[in-house]
């Protein structure tokens, strides 16, 4: 099936410091979606992204759509401690099965203070 | 508004034994799914609905199954729990395809 590679897989940065991330994948998505997941919680959505070259900014994040609609960025700008969490990405293809969302496994983020 | 809630939020169970988790949502959406995330592995889609009355396998539906009797709740069942189905499940609905999903707060499965 889809695939997306998220990374990087954990980041261990100081407050204040900017954080980026991406996903990539090997087929073209339609909708990139980026959530952030509190330990013990589901996660929530942060940024959704619905056009080739889209740059959307939710406060302090920022998060592209790929010209090429193969990947996404997001980046978190001075990072805060309650930044920490697992950032998750998430693509639809309407073609593929009844639109369900793929999603990377996952950016854990750790902010010291 | 409760958006998605999901019972129990924790459970123990013996390998053998049955239970039900349930997810109800209060949005009106019509599509909803079962995903369970293991360390590393991301979210997997188990069961998905299109709508009340439909379901369909995602991408590891072995030894769960699951009902939608009514729109507003999507029950999954494990039928003869093993150690491998510890994890942690999340149930999530969206109004349509192509619109971001609503997670519930997810259900601690140990299985031992």
Request: hydrophobic share 30%; with cysteine; aromatic share 12%.
């Given at each position: ?5 998220q990374s990087p897989q954990s980041m261990f940065i100081q407050e204040g410091e900017d954080v980026s991330m991406n ?11 980026w959530y952030k997941q509190d330990p013990g919680e589901?996660p929530v959505?942060l940024i ?9 900014s939710n406060g302090r994040l920022t998060a ?9 960025f997001l980046n978190i700008s001075a990072s805060i401690p309650s930044d920490v969490g697992i950032y998750f990405c ?14 990377g496994?996952g950016t854990k983020l750790s902010v010291k203070p | ?112």
């Open positions: 099936g889809q695939q997306l590679n996903c990539t994948s090997s087929s073209i998505f339609n909708t990139w979606l589901g959505l959704a992204l619905y056009k080739a070259g889209e740059l959307t592209q759509f790929g010209i090429t609609r193969k990947d996404s998430a693509g639809l293809n309407y073609g593929g099965s009844q639109g369900n969302l793929i999603f496994k | 508004n409760a958006g998605v809630t999901q019972t129990p939020k924790f459970r123990v169970l013996k390998t053998g034994q049955s239970m039900t988790l349930l997810c109800a949502q209060d949005m009106n959406h019509e599509y909803m799914y079962w995903y369970r995330q293991d360390p590393g592995m991301g979210l997997r889609l188990i069961h998905y609905s299109v709508g009340e009355g439909t379901t369909a396998k995602g991408e590891v539906p072995d030894g769960y199954n699951v009902s939608r009797l009514k729109k507003q709740n999507f029950l999954l069942g494990l039928e003869s729990a093993a150690p491998s189905q510890t994890s942690v499940y999340f149930c999530a609905s969206t109004p349509r395809a192509g619109n971001g999903y609503t997670f519930g707060s997810g259900t601690r499965l140990t299985v031992v």
